[in-house]
C-alpha cells in the first residue's frame, strides 16, 4: 500500500520522522511504525538534484526484502505527537485565529521551528540542535545519486578517511542501519550525539566484506552557511538581516555594467511589518531603500563571499552577534554607497 501525504494535522511525528526540511521525503516501513529505509534528500543547489528513480527503486526493493523478513516488535517505545501538542504551536494557532486568518496545512517545515520554540521555552534549546539530518558529506562521503550505496570519493581527512574508507566501497550498513539510500545514513547520523559518536560501518571492497568504524569528534554536526542556506528552518532564527530579495540575472546585471558572476540582489522587501519589525526599520534608519541592489558585505573591512539570497539569510543568522557591525555595499541608480547597520540582538 502506498499513502501519499502532504499534511501534517495528526501525523505522529515520533513515527513518521524525517528531514522535515525536505520538500519530498519517501518511507518504506511496516504498519507497527518500523521504518526500514528512507528516500529524499537535497543539496544547496536544488531540491530534487539528488533524486534518481533508479535509487528510489532500489529503496523499494530494499524494503520488501526487509519486510519479508521483519518480525513484529512489542509496542512503540515513543507515545504518538503531533505538531498539536506542542504549547508553543497551539499558542501560534490562538494568535493566527485572532488575526482572523487560518493555517489551511500544517506544512512539513512547522515542525522544526516548532520544536525550536518549544525548546527554547523549556530551556533545553542548543544551537547545535540547528544542524539536523547531517548529509553524508558531513562526514566525508560523497555517495553516487543513481547507487546510492557506492562510494564515490572520501574527503581527506575526513572521519570517513580516518576510518579508512575508500572510494569504490559499498556501504551496507552503518550502526543497525541497512544503507539503501543517502537518508537511510543520515537517519544514523541524526541520532548520533554533536558531542561525538562511534558508529560501526559494514562496507564491501573487491568483493570482500569489510568492518571499520566511524569515529566522530565533538562539534562534527556543524556544517558553513552555505550548506544551512536552503533549509526553511533558517527562517525563524536570529538575528535577522530585516531585507531580502531576487538575485540579478545577468541581462540585468550587464545593464548595471556588473561581471555577469558578480552577487547582486535586488533589495524589494524591507521587514517592518509583521510580529518583529525592528530588523527592517533598523536597516531602513541605517539608509538601506527598497529597490537598491546590495553589491555584498564587507565585517571589519573584509569582503564576505556570499552565493545567494537564502545564503545571505543563512550566513547573517549563523555568523553575527549583537552589537557587530555589518557594511552593505549597496547600488543606488548610479550611486555606489556602503550603509552601516548594527546587528540587533534577539528578542
Not at 107 to 130: L, M
Request: glycine share 8%.
Amino acid at each position: 500500500m502506498c499513502v501519499r501525504v502532504t499534511d501534517l494535522r495528526g501525523v505522529d511525528l515520533n513515527t513518521y520522522r524525517f528531514d522535515f526540511d525536505l520538500t519530498f521525503q519517501a518511507l518504506a516501513m511496516n504498519a507497527d511504525g518500523t521504518v526500514y529505509h528512507r528516500f529524499g534528500s537535497r543539496n544547496s543547489e536544488s531540491a530534487d538534484g539528488l533524486l534518481r528513480m533508479s535509487a528510489l527503486v532500489g529503496v523499494l526493493e530494499a524494503g520488501l526484502a526487509a519486510h519479508a523478513k521483519h518480525e513484529p516488535r512489542p509496542g512503540d517505545p515513543k507515545p504518538p505527537k503531533t505538531l498539536d501538542d506542542y504549547p508553543v504551536w497551539q499558542e501560534k494557532l490562538a494568535d493566527v485565529k485572532r488575526r482572523k486568518r487560518s493555517i489551511d496545512c500544517y506544512h512539513c517545515h512547522f515542525v522544526f521551528e516548532t520544536e525550536r520554540r518549544q525548546a527554547v521555552r523549556d530551556g533545553t534549546w542548543e544551537r547545535a540542535q540547528i544542524w539536523r539530518w547531517p548529509p553524508p558529506e558531513q562526514v566525508g562521503l560523497d555517495l553516487d545519486p543513481e547507487r546510492p550505496q557506492q562510494i564515490v570519493t572520501v574527503l581527506a581527512g575526513s572521519p570517513a578517511a580516518e576510518a579508512g574508507v575508500q572510494a569504490g566501497d559499498r556501504l551496507l550498513r552503518a550502526g543497525t542501519q541497512p544503507v539503501a539510500s543517502r537518508a537511510d545514513l543520515s537517519s544514523v547520523l541524526e541520532d548520533a550525539l554533536p558531542s561525538g559518536a562511534r558508529i560501526p560501518l559494514q562496507l564491501e571492497r573487491s568483493g570482500e566484506a569489510r568492518e571499520l568504524t566511524l569515529e566522530l569528534e565533538p562539534g562534527w554536526r556543524v556544517g558553513t552557511p552555505e550548506q544551512f542556506a536552503w533549509r526553511p528552518s533558517k527562517w525563524g532564527l536570529e538575528p535577522k538581516p530585516g531585507f531580502g530579495g531576487p538575485l540579478l540575472n545577468a541581462k540585468q546585471k550587464a545593464q548595471l555594467g556588473l561581471d555577469p558572476d558578480a552577487f547582486a540582489l535586488r533589495v524589494n522587501y524591507l521587514v517592518t511589518w509583521g510580529d518583529d519589525p525592528r530588523y527592517g526599520k533598523a536597516v531602513v534608519a541605517a539608509g538601506l531603500r527598497k529597490g537598491d541592489v546590495l553589491l555584498g558585505v564587507e565585517v571589519d573591512g573584509e569582503r564576505v563571499r556570499l552565493e545567494s539570497g537564502p545564503h545571505l539569510h543563512s550566513w547573517w543568522r549563523l555568523t553575527r552577534s549583537p552589537g557587530e557591525r555589518v557594511r552593505l555595499l549597496v547600488r543606488r541608480r548610479e550611486q555606489e554607497l556602503g550603509v552601516e547597520v548594527e546587528v540587533l540582538p534577539p528578542k
